[in-house]
């Protein structure tokens, strides 16, 4: 569980100190921040498309495992070091490149970190359990870096976050040394006839589809806020560094919270209710953030990035076990035995996508045109969509959704 505490540490990092450090100290448009948040996302999502197309299992996985995070923890640390590159085009190169490259790192040790826990037990209960405590190991890493990063940003300066983050990934590798290879295929392999299956069958089901859609828009909105909440913070409220850190250290030990939550929740498979509750409290994530942008009120604010906190926490592992219980139930034969690797790789696909989107799109080439607040206004009404469009395939008369919650999967 370290390898995801570690790709949490390195996923949060960022957030709360670099488009502050690029904007003032290398004049930086807000697009190329946009850009630099979200090149991580764009070799995440490469990597997991290429694991569902060439996915098999042997001992490949536990040096492939090893040698991601070895390279993920590298480039976190050269990422840092380049903030001394004075060049502006230089250095916004650089950081775009080993951006990415942490992004490659962190896509091949989550597809086959899930590939090592589908493969401890076949009782799927347990998989459930395993999925959620590994979303809570990374948003444990998610609350970790900022915390500890903004004590080490007022002690000893920026570049020092991404060295203490990058050599954590020894931790990890050396964990992973004595864990024995899986050798054998028999949860690690598509059958013989699934060669011309992709993922995309998934998304024949609408209500999944639908499901993903608010995963993405979930994502959008977190890509976002990654990329200008640090910002918009220092500039309108005229917090510094330190302060703005502790505010997302806090928002992300609610949302570590939160994920333990998801634990139980998950386990006793009752996940489309809790998937109901993620809609609600998006819904008023930006209804308070929007009331609080107006008004200047920053502890409505902070209370919108707190809800936002728990909306993007549950919402990952969800999303996974709605997408398994699919390829359970409907696709088994073509997937042989694989559905918690293959739904988790989907998944992240997915969530990197969003957040790609959100980073780059939302928060860097529309935020050049238009404020905080108008942005906001265009996710509130997704939202509204995605919640209103839930709501009419639950109801209707031809509807599955009741197979859904609650699913016993002993």
């Known amino acids: 569980m370290c390898l995801y505490t570690y790709e949490g540490m390195h ?3 960022l957030a709360p100190f670099f488009p502050i450090q690029a904007k003032l100290h290398h004049n930086s448009s807000k697009a190329f921040i946009g850009l630099t948040m979200s090149s991580v996302d764009i070799g995440d999502c490469a990597v997991n498309i290429v694991f569902l197309l060439f996915y098999t299992s042997g001992k490949i996985y536990k040096y492939s495992l090893i040698v991601s995070v070895i390279i993920s923890g590298f480039a976190v640390v050269v990422f840092g070091l380049c903030d001394l590159i004075s060049n502006r085009y230089l250095y916004e190169i650089s950081q775009v490149f080993f951006r990415t490259l942490t992004g490659v790192g962190a896509g091949v040790s989550f597809c086959l970190g899930i590939a090592f826990l589908s493969s401890i037990t076949d009782n799927q209960s347990r998989k459930s359990t395993l999925v959620s405590a590994a979303f809570t190991s990374y948003f444990t890493g998610i609350a970790i870096a900022p915390f500890v990063g903004t004590i080490l940003f007022k002690a000893m300066g920026y570049i020092s976050l991404f060295i203490f983050v990058g050599s954590c990934a020894i931790i990890p ?14 949860n690690g392999q598509f059958s013989k006839d699934s060669n011309n299956c992709s993922s995309l069958i998934i998304f024949k089901n609408l209500y999944i589809l639908q499901i993903c859609f608010s995963l993405f828009v979930v994502n959008n909105i977190w890509g976002f806020i990654d990329s200008t909440f640090a910002w918009f913070l220092f500039s309108t409220f005229k917090l510094d560094e330190y302060i703005i850190g502790w505010i997302f250290s806090i928002g992300s030990f609610l949302g570590l919270v939160s994920s333990v939550v998801a634990i139980y929740v998950n386990s006793k ?6 998937y109901y509750l993620i809609l609600a ?8 953030m929007c009331f609080s942008t107006v008004t200047r009120n920053l502890i409505a604010l902070l209370s919108g990035y707190a809800i936002h906190s728990y909306a993007r926490t549950m919402i990952g592992g969800t999303n996974i076990l709605c997408i398994r219980w699919y390829i359970d139930s409907k696709l088994s034969p073509k997937f042989n035995g694989n559905s918690t690797t293959v739904s988790a790789a989907t998944s992240n696909i997915i969530c990197v996508l969003g957040r790609m989107f959100g980073s780059f799109f939302y928060g860097g080439i529309l935020f050049e045109y238009l404020s905080f607040l108008q942005i906001l206004f265009i996710f509130l009404f997704q939202a509204v969509l995605s919640t209103v469009a839930v709501i009419l395939l639950s109801f209707s008369k031809d509807s599955k959704v009741k197979e859904l919650n609650p699913i016993n999967f002993e």
């Open 281 to 288: 409290f998006q819904l008023l994530q930006l209804i308070i």
């Open 173 to 186: 590798s050396s964990c992973l040394v004595p864990v024995r290879p899986l050798e054998t295929c028999k």
């Open 11 to 13: 996923d949060s990092l």
């Open 269 to 274: 498979n009752l996940f489309l209710l809790n």
